[in-house]
């Protein structure tokens, strides 16, 4: 057991964030205290915000520094000597493990943001941008370079969202069934059936109050995401879709057909996500209404793994409803994969790579695996220890080198807490398959109008501030369906038109 302790919350997230990379499988306990407390089994830290920190290891060694001194840092509770501390903390914790972290200190999900803004404002290029990532955040060399590369990458593709904007974000909360590592808002569909027909009614009002709280300005993108959209039936997705045609506004000639003869969008994504839920009469309609980008999710190319996480299709249903697709005329097609599922080792990775290069998408993408506390993953390690013993950095390792040889290159990337092997969700794609909406929302360039149970709006301010603000809507089911109106009133008060 682990013992965090601090006079201060200011220390909590990023001293709990880099002792759970460290030590993932540790269970670690946090509590307030002015002065440190009882021994640990394995590890006592205690910070002060005097500025001191102390470190109690359980060979009985003893770490303790004036971090001010120890740094140069500013006034002890700064964001200077908040960084300070976590640099103290991360270097004592590798020379006690042994080890380091691909990503060094960093604990935030958005990287590729801290060295595109870091390059931009020192002028820095990618050899002097890598030694200063190396020194001031610790982030390995090879993570450093990558992290650059898919920021040129994302600078240049988001040049046409800088100047504001919005994109269209639509949440269906229903799922075939829910995956074992799933935290996101899913329902069964077999056994909420009966809210659809109100739930799209819900969505409805939405679009409709839309175009007047937006003030006419119409979409950059639309993604449909979930849960599964495509759990849905051919008719309740048309309905969905018609809906989007009646009520979206529409800029000039865009890159695809939104409405027969009228503008378009840059990009229309619907996360179909489960083989079990694709259909040749769903993706018809979608291409009836100028879907030009899905998502055909495997995670995994074992049928015993999609068996555990309770994906109820196999690996034969995966490739019949990808062959599907591309059959209907989809070009764009992305593929999900999840590295560091219960029980897989790298002969599973690399097969289920094969896998994925015999279908050929048009663009990857790879996460490790996070626990999150809403899934029932949580439960399942408690019953069962361990996931498996994998090299996540060689798995990931393999991944790349499986992208490259589809002519994919890197485009997006993010963290979330409690990754396996520390490490990061990369999106892969060839010439002209980015997935704009992922590097839109997770770049924070440009507001998202999110409509659904369980979603999110974002408004970015474009006056040079860097303010960002957000609006949620009810996650439970019921309480959404309920307070429609109130969901309304909390997009038009967040978007200014009141």
């Known amino acids: 057991m682990i013992l965090l302790s601090y006079n201060s919350e200011s220390f ?30 394995e ?24 971090v001010r001194y120890e740094f140069r840092a500013e006034q002890p509770g700064s964001h200077e000597w908040k960084w300070a501390f976590k640099l103290f903390l991360y270097d ?27 390059a931009r404002e020192q002028g820095l290029k990618e050899d002097a941008l890598v030694s200063f990532m190396r020194e001031h955040y610790r982030v390995s060399e090879a993570k ?38 799933c935290s996101f808002l899913s329902y069964p569909i077999a056994a909420h059936q009966k809210k659809v027909d109100e739930y799209l009614g819900c969505v409805e009002k939405e679009l409709a109050a839309l175009p ?12 449909i995401g979930g849960g599964t959209p495509t759990a849905l039936s051919a008719e309740e997705l048309e309905r969905l879709l018609e809906m989007l045609r009646t009520y979206v506004p529409l800029k000039g000639e865009g890159a695809l057909a939104f409405r027969p003869g009228i503008g378009g969008l840059r990009e229309f994504t619907v996360e179909a996500g489960r083989p079990d839920s694709i259909t040749a009469d769903k993706l018809r309609v979608m291409k009836k209404y100028g879907v030009d980008r899905i998502s055909v ?63 050929s998408p048009d663009s990857l993408t790879v996460h490790s695996l996070a626990i999150k506390r809403a899934s029932r993953m949580k439960e399942w390690i408690a019953q069962h220890g361990a996931i498996s013993g994998m090299d996540y950095e060689h798995a990931m390792g393999m991944a790349q080198e499986a ?16 990754m396996a092997g520390a490490l990061e969700n990369t999106g892969f794609a060839r010439e002209g398959k980015y997935g704009l909406y992922n590097i839109i929302i997770m770049e924070e360039v440009q507001s998202i109008y999110a409509i659904g149970a369980g979603t999110v709006s974002k408004r970015v301010y474009t006056d040079g501030s860097g303010r960002i603000e957000r609006c949620d809507t009810h996650k ?16 038009r008060k967040l978007f200014g038109r009141e």
């Not at 593709?157 to 074992?180: A, E, H, M, Q, V």
């Not at 890197?410 to 963290?415: A, D, F, H, I, M």
Request: contains cysteine; proline residues 5%.
């Open 12 to 41: 909590e997230y990023d001293a709990y964030a880099l002792l759970t990379s460290f030590y993932p499988e540790a269970e670690t306990k946090q509590c307030l205290s002015d002065a440190p407390t009882a021994a640990a089994d």
């Open 144 to 181: 450093a370079r990558l992290g650059y590369r898919i920021a040129m990458l994302e600078d240049s593709l988001l040049t046409p969202f800088r100047d504001g904007g919005y994109s269209l974000y639509i949440g269906i909360p229903f799922c075939p069934s829910t995956c074992l590592y």
């Open 403 to 418: 992208a490259a040889r589809m002519n994919m290159q890197p485009y997006y990337l993010y963290r979330q807490k409690n």
């Open 92 to 118: 004592s914790l590798a020379d006690y493990s042994g080890r380091s972290l691909p990503w060094g200190g960093l604990t935030g999900v958005r990287p590729t943001k801290l060295i595109l803004g870091t």
């Open 297 to 359: 999710n495997p995670q995994t190319f074992k049928d015993e793994t999609l068996k555990l996480i309770g994906r109820h299709h196999t690996t034969e249903q995966l490739r019949e409803a990808f062959g599907l697709a591309r059959s209907e005329g989809f070009d764009n097609i992305n593929m999900d994969l999840i590295l560091g599922l219960p029980g897989e080792s790298p002969a599973d990775v690399e097969h289920t790579l094969a896998c994925a290069e015999e279908l």
């Open 476 to 491: 439970d089911l019921k309480l959404y369906l309920e307070g429609i109106s109130e969901m309304i009133e909390r997009k």
């Open 212 to 223: 007047e709280i937006m003030g006419g300005e119409a979409p950059d993108t639309v993604y």
């Open 43 to 66: 590890l006592h830290i205690h910070a002060s915000g005097d500025g001191e920190v102390l470190l109690l290891f359980k060979k009985g060694e003893l770490f303790t520094r004036d």
